[in-house]
């Protein structure tokens, strides 16, 4: 049973523990509304995390549909940012003497809400390309994999693994390692401790289900078709870059 914003809050402040929905799910208009956190508040308070543009054209995708891109950025990535700022007002607003179990609640939600904000960044910025990997990537794959057709393959099945469900593939800089390596993440609080995130790949089924429905092969071939090699090497060459 999802909870409206009211019953949301009236659990966090008035001593139920919540978990929130999240996703896609929206939250419904909270009674009494939150005051407005002021713009002189904590940043962790503030709640003004901005969208960004999309970086990408979405009727220059092929195989990813204009329409799923375009509900996939506003609905569940645009999502994610309205959430996360309800979330940190909903924070700033909690009284001094609040439980720590009920504090959990929305800390957890938090996380949830920054790192969905975040990979979606990620994803969409690492798509429209020709999907023929070249640069620096290509060595750094070899000498990790043996030879970028092992770690693709890796990868692929990484993804399909998470079919029907959701989740993240996401090839990570190690900087333990000082080497790249994929990773599976089945929601968005599995995430590589300290790694730099080099190619992400949406694993939800909102990413691919208008177009594909059960289909999460051909939403994986797809993706790999519009990989924009170039931004992945960005990524690559800032985090070998850094001091270990």
Do not use: C
């Not at 994610?80 to 700022?85: E, H, W």
């Amino acid at each position: 049973m999802q909870l409206t914003r009211r019953q949301t809050l009236k659990a966090v402040l008035g001593g139920v523990a919540v978990g929130l929905v999240h996703g896609g799910s929206a939250m419904a208009e909270a009674n009494p509304p939150i005051t407005p956190v002021a713009s002189a508040a904590p940043p962790a308070y503030r709640g003004a995390n901005q969208v960004n543009p999309l970086p990408v054209d979405p009727a220059k995708l092929k195989g990813i549909s204009e329409k799923l891109t375009t509900s996939h950025y506003q609905n569940n990535y645009g999502g994610a940012v309205k959430r996360l700022n309800l979330i940190q007002q909903q924070l700033g607003a909690l009284p001094k003497d609040v439980a720590p179990y009920q504090l959990g609640a929305l800390k957890r939600e938090e996380l949830i809400a920054t790192n969905s904000m975040i990979l979606h960044e990620f994803y969409f910025a690492n798509l429209g390309g020709d999907g023929k990997a070249s640069g620096a990537i290509v060595p750094l794959l070899a000498a990790q994999y043996g030879s970028p057709e092992v770690w693709e393959q890796e990868f692929r099945l990484t993804g399909l693994s998470l079919a029907g469900g959701s989740g993240w593939v996401v090839l990570n800089f190690n900087p333990r390692e000082r080497a790249v390596h994929t990773y599976w993440a089945a929601d968005h609080t599995q995430n590589l401790a300290w790694g730099t995130p080099l190619l992400v790949m949406d694993m939800y089924e909102h990413a691919y289900q208008m177009d594909y429905g059960a289909n999460a092969k051909a939403y994986v071939d797809a993706f790999f078709q519009n990989i924009n090699w170039a931004a992945v090497n960005r990524r690559a060459e800032r985090a070998a870059a850094a001091p270990a």
